[in-house]
């Protein structure tokens, strides 16, 4: 059995897109703080990404911002 024709390690692939976002770090302590509370603790990205979905609602239906687009 060839090399590709073997099992593919790592993370299936998946429609995303990588994102860097600067955070103050009250909010980090927080966010930590926040994942500290859960066993198994999530990385940090796991917790933004479950932040983000319960948001979002769980059925995938578009919530109203709760902070409007401020108008320059």
């Known amino acids: 059995m060839s ?3 073997g099992k ?3 993370r299936p692939r998946v429609d995303s897109e ?3 976002v600067r955070v103050r770090r009250d909010v980090l302590d927080w966010l ?3 994942r500290a509370k859960l066993e198994p603790q999530p990385t940090r ?3 933004i ?3 983000l979905e319960e948001r ?3 059925n995938g239906s578009q ?3 709760r902070f409007p687009h401020r108008e320059s």
Request: no cysteine; hydrophobic share 35%.
């Open 56 to 58: 979002r609602g769980r």
């Open 32 to 34: 930590d703080a926040e």
């Open 49 to 51: 990404r479950l932040f």
């Open 18 to 20: 990588a994102i860097t």
């Open 63 to 65: 919530v109203t911002p």
């Open 45 to 47: 990205p796991e917790m």
């Open 3 to 5: 090399k590709s024709e």
């Open 8 to 10: 593919r390690m790592g």
